[in-house]
């Protein structure tokens, strides 16, 4: 019994100074000594607080420290968007630089006359994650002053009073400290608190919406296929939502730079969860199409303040769209923005900066309503319009109900649920094919990303002209019930247009998005008439144009396939 | 092996040996610092016999630090009476004209704000409010008894909570350390990091 008391004792005795060191810079990398715990340390040197502190003559004076000033230039980190003026590394920071810039000897310190010589030839610090280089503009920001007026300006930090300890501010900065403890490697990386679900990051950004986002709540777990979506995050984060931050971004040797995003190519940060293996649809997929908004092709130039409409430097990236702080899993109807989109900017109907958009086409018009360089209309036609947002004006005299409801109230080829009070999406026409796709123009194997197929080649006489079938025009008859069109429920000639000889497609003689009222009036262009260029000519009389006389009653004056209507009236 | 433990627990070879120093006439050790009679009659001071410092410091301080760091006082003050490069290192006995002062990483000068911090109250309170600091009244100090008991001095830190004057047998380099400081086991005692 007695010798079974000693041994819990000597159990004890020896149990407890482990437990004492287990959360203490003994066991940690930091521990740079002969018996660190880590691969980089001294040879023979068993002291710890020796390669970095020293009890007199130390420089600078506080903490004690042991290590000279590394006294190089190094690279900040800038971004169009930050409001903070990091300095050069003060405070603590060039403390833990004079080891993590590489280029001071790990084994120089003040106190001894000779440099430390450390296990396996190693000097300065490794090449890899430990080693920031004096580049630090792939690193968090440092040294910089975190003021009220900081938080007022950023618009997405808590004021200094909120930040949520123990992340804190060092005489005023946010510096190494603020996130790291070198003494303590309790999580891991020395961070003083844990990045799961954000946590650490959310200290101080306090971004709009990012409560609610997707990206903040998802319990969405990766299927195991490469590639890793989190390869720079803690192995046991298994979901979206534990990710948090680190789902896009790196607080050091981020791959851009700007925004410390994973990546540099903008869309990857995105695509490795959007590929199926996390995410439930393969937007991946939708970019390996033939007809996309080809994000691929651009790299760093969106910019996150670029102007609403963007009138320069034509691009699309994801987040032109999309807005990852706030995008979410909520639908909507027309025309109002989905979750998807959520807390995006756009250009209203009246050509205003908006932010964030209310509708979805608010977003669309960004580049397509006037932009330089945006595609110009697909059809070449009698009136030319390329700028979407007079096209869908609803003071036209027609057009596709996607920003009012329409003005023809006698459409009775309208598929259930579709009535003449509808109102509609351009990812409505506009998204990807197929029932894998999400009902977005992400890519599509169809022209001008349409959903559907929508030929336009003119048929007449010419053997590789389209003939109408429900396939040929599926775009329309999806909405527009072929048996009603084919039946000249409303325009008596349809079947004869678009069967028998003349094989004329839909987009022969209509313009899909609208006419705008600065082209055209309620006589000369409604039932979105706006003949193809081309194929449609001037009449023996030398006119072309269409005269609505209502009922489904009117006049063409034009020369088609070799027929002359001066005018033909029905 | 007898004779090396003897002599690594005495003053005698130790840096605090002067007994073959040119400016010390006497060729004494003791007679540096301490006197039988008529010593200089100082709080902390064990029959003192060499020239006080006057000077005024500047001590240690840091934004984290939560001691409260006076001048120099009990037996620190000692120490300085050399370390701090005012007084010759031959004003003892009533000397007070001697031209030898310390140099090299001995001398602190009056600056003693890149030292660690002396002269200060450490107690349960202070270790509670800085966090990182282990509690002096029951942690043991490895010497015997507890920090409190073997390293403080009327509950403060002073030089003599690290350095032992009189003892060389701690420490490499030699630093006249109280208790050795492999795996940084002096400054640990008290640090909880």
Not at chain 1, 50 to 63: G, N
Request: charged share 10%; net charge neutral; hydrophobic share 30%.
């Amino acid at each position: 019994m007695i010798k079974k008391i000693m041994q819990g004792i000597l159990l004890m005795i020896l149990w407890f100074p482990a437990m004492v060191y287990a959360q203490s810079i003994v066991t940690t990398k930091h521990n740079l000594s002969a018996t660190g715990a880590g691969d980089v340390k001294a040879s023979s040197e068993t002291e710890i607080c020796l390669f970095c502190h020293t009890p007199h003559s130390s420089r600078p004076m506080a903490p004690l420290w042991n290590r000279r000033d590394p006294g190089v230039i190094y690279t900040l980190y800038t971004s169009a968007t930050l409001q903070a003026l990091p300095g050069q590394p003060d405070g603590t920071s060039i403390l833990c630089l004079s080891c993590h810039d590489g280029t001071i000897a790990l084994g120089s310190v003040i106190s001894r006359a000779m440099i430390q010589n450390f296990k396996g030839g190693v000097t300065t610090m490794p090449s890899g994650l430990s080693n920031l280089s004096t580049n630090l503009r792939n690193d968090h920001p440092i040294s910089f002053l975190y003021n009220a007026s900081l938080a007022i300006a950023d618009g997405q930090l808590r004021t200094p009073e909120n930040i949520i300890p123990p992340v804190s501010l060092k005489n005023g900065k946010v510096q190494c400290t603020s996130c790291h403890d070198p003494h303590k490697n309790l999580i891991s990386d020395f961070l003083i608190t844990s990045t799961q679900n954000s946590n650490l990051c959310n200290s101080c950004h306090q971004r709009t919406s990012w409560e609610m986002s997707s990206h903040n709540t998802s319990a969405k777990t990766w299927n195991g296929s490469p590639p890793d979506p989190w390869p720079f995050s803690p192995p046991d984060f298994s979901t979206v939502s534990q990710n948090g931050c680190e789902n896009c971004h790196r607080p050091h040797n981020s791959g851009s730079d700007v925004m410390l995003l994973k990546y540099q190519q903008e869309e990857n940060n995105c695509l490795d969860c959007h590929n199926g293996n996390v995410a439930s649809k393969n937007i991946a997929a939708e970019f390996n199409k033939s007809y996309k908004h080809n994000v691929g092709n651009y790299m760093n130039i969106h910019l996150p303040n670029e102007p609403n409409q963007v009138f320069t430097n034509m691009h699309v990236e994801c987040v032109d769209c999309h807005n990852p702080h706030a995008a979410k899993n909520l639908p909507a109807l027309p025309p109002d923005v989905s979750g998807a989109l959520s807390g995006v900017r756009g250009i209203n109907q009246a050509g205003t900066a908006i932010d964030p958009a209310n509708f979805e086409y608010e977003i669309c018009y960004r580049c397509h309503a006037g932009s330089p360089g945006s595609p110009p209309a697909a059809t070449s036609r009698i009136i030319v319009q390329n700028n979407v947002l007079f096209e869908f004006a609803p003071t036209n005299p027609s057009y596709h109900p996607v920003t009012a409801i329409g003005k023809n109230s006698n459409v009775p080829s309208l598929i259930s649920p579709w009535t003449t009070s509808s109102i509609m999406y351009c990812t409505s026409c506009h998204a990807g094919d197929g029932s894998s796709s999400t009902a977005a123009p992400h890519g599509s194997i169809y022209p001008h990303i349409l959903k559907l197929q929508n030929l336009t080649a003119d048929g007449g006489t010419n053997a590789t002209g389209t003939t109408e079938s429900p396939s040929a025009y599926a775009l329309c008859y999806s909405c527009h019930s072929r048996a009603s069109i084919l039946s000249d429920a409303s325009f008596k000639e349809h079947r004869k247009h678009l069967q028998q000889n003349v094989r004329a497609p839909c987009n022969t003689c209509h313009d899909p998005h609208g006419i705008s009222i600065m082209q055209g009036n309620n006589s000369s262009a409604t039932n979105l008439i706006n003949f193809k260029a081309g194929i449609v000519t001037t009449s023996s009389s030398g006119q072309l144009k269409f005269v609505d006389l209502s009922g489904n009653h009117g006049q063409c004056y034009l020369t088609c396939h070799g027929v002359n209507h001066n005018p033909h009236s029905y | 092996m007898f004779a090396q433990v003897i002599n690594a627990q005495t003053i005698v070879g130790s840096k605090h040996d002067f007994s073959a120093q040119t400016w010390n006439t006497t060729g004494e050790i003791c007679k540096v610092c301490h006197t039988p009679h008529n010593a200089i009659t100082l709080p902390d001071a064990p029959l003192w016999n060499h020239q006080l410092t006057t000077a005024t410091f500047t001590t240690y301080s840091s934004a984290t630090m939560n001691a409260t760091v006076g001048q120099p006082d009990a037996s620190s003050k000692l120490c300085l009476s050399c370390h701090d490069g005012t007084v010759a290192l031959e004003n003892f006995g009533g000397n007070t004209g001697g031209t030898h002062f310390l140099t090299g990483t001995t001398l602190l000068s009056s600056d003693l704000s890149n030292d660690h911090p002396i002269s200060f109250t450490y107690d349960a309170a202070l270790a509670s409010t800085d966090g990182g600091l282990f509690n002096p009244i029951t942690t043991p100090s490895g010497l015997g008894g507890t920090i409190n008991a073997n390293m403080l001095f009327s509950g403060k830190m002073q030089c003599a909570s690290c350095h032992d004057v009189h003892n060389n047998a701690a420490g490499t380099p030699p630093s006249l350390l109280l208790k050795s400081n492999a795996a940084s086991a002096l400054c640990l005692t008290c640090h909880n990091k």
